[in-house]
């Protein structure tokens, strides 16, 4: 009798088996969550790092010219710009005619910055002064501008450069 006792208890029951698998996934369910919240975090903090590279770069071009880059016809994007408009489809890239290119073409920056996505939800902007184009000092060129990028995180991020309240 004692043999018998010792055989049946020598593996896991079919039910022990199933809690232990159960928790396995939950607990790989949540640190797969946890982690895609990290990843959107890290994206966040680049788009900013990333938009303040520009604004620096923006500084340096005006301390050198006293000025910014020439004024575009309108906005720009880094999923590429149609004007006014999104092109379509997108890019990956700034357009090579932006107001931005100057920066690197000037040796301010080695690349114009893209999001790290940079698809139709996520991409920066760039908007050159509207406002007060050819008011003084800057009677030549733009005055202002404003980068921003809409986060992950929720919200958007936005960096203002020239006589624009910071």
Request: charged share 20%; with cysteine; hydrophobic share 35%.
């Amino acid at each position: 009798m004692h043999l018998k006792d010792t055989k049946n208890k020598l593996g896991f029951t079919l039910v022990e088996l199933l809690v232990v698998i159960s928790i396995i996934g939950l607990l790989s369910t949540l640190a797969i969550v946890a982690l895609n919240n990290a990843r959107a975090k890290a994206r966040d903090t680049k788009r900013k790092a990333d938009l303040r590279q520009i604004q620096k770069a923006f500084d340096l071009y005006y301390d050198k010219y006293d000025r910014f880059p020439p004024e575009g016809l309108c906005w720009d994007t880094s999923v590429g710009s149609g004007g006014c408009v999104l092109p379509t489809p997108l890019q990956d890239y700034w357009d090579p005619n932006s107001d931005l290119q100057d920066l690197v073409t000037e040796g301010f920056m080695g690349r114009v910055p893209v999001d790290p996505l940079n698809n139709g939800s996520y991409y920066y902007n760039y908007e050159p002064d509207q406002i007060g184009q050819g008011t003084p000092p800057c009677t030549v060129s733009c005055c202002r501008y404003t980068l921003w990028a809409t986060l992950e995180g929720g919200g958007t991020f936005t960096v203002k450069g020239g006589d624009v309240a910071q």
